[in-house]
C-alpha cells in the first residue's frame, strides 16, 4: 500500500466500517468541499485529521472526472 491507502487497515480496525462504507459515505456529501468532507468525518464520526483526509483525498481522486 502507498501513500493514503496505507492507513486504510487503522480505519477499519478503529472505526468499524469498510473503506468501502466510508467512501459511500463521502460520495453522497458531494458536492460538498474538501475540507467540508474532511470536518464531517472528524465531527460527525470521530476521526482523527489524519484518517479524514486519506479517505477523502483517496476518494476524490478515485472519483475524479
Do not use: C, D, Q
Amino acid at each position: 500500500m502507498i501513500g493514503h491507502a496505507s492507513y486504510f487497515p487503522s480505519i477499519e480496525k478503529k472505526h468499524g466500517k469498510s473503506i468501502a462504507e466510508w467512501k459511500m459515505l463521502i460520495l453522497r456529501h458531494l458536492p460538498a468541499k474538501y475540507i467540508e468532507l474532511v470536518s464531517m468525518l472528524k465531527s460527525e464520526h470521530g476521526m482523527g485529521h489524519s484518517h479524514a483526509n486519506a479517505l477523502v483525498a483517496h476518494t476524490l481522486a478515485e472519483n475524479r472526472g
